[in-house]
């Protein structure tokens, strides 16, 4: 049972750590493009960040603001490294 218990735990700290890099997502994309985004919005492959169903405008703001953006989220999240923000 032991085994178990710390199967559990892992999973919930790899949930946690999920909530929290999407959660420094959206307030760094919300503060540079100045728009609401949703939470489920945002998704993860190794090494890039993939946002959908944004306007026009706010994926201008993200583009033309893109280095911040990223050397914003190396600081508050550095245990993921991020090099790529795909705008769908």
């Given at each position: 049972m032991k085994s178990i218990g710390e199967f559990f735990a892992r999973i919930r700290n790899k949930q946690t750590d999920e909530i929290r890099l999407r959660l420094s997502v959206q307030e760094i994309i919300e503060k540079?493009?100045?728009t609401?985004?949703?939470f489920d919005a945002i998704s993860f492959s190794i090494k890039t960040i993939s946002i959908k169903g944004l306007s026009q405008g706010?994926?201008?703001a993200i583009f033309i603001k893109k280095p911040v953006i990223l050397k914003e989220?190396?600081?508050k999240v550095p245990?993921?490294?991020i090099e790529y923000i795909r705008l769908d």
């Open positions: 540079y493009a100045k609401k985004l949703p706010a994926k201008s989220l190396a600081e245990n993921r490294p």
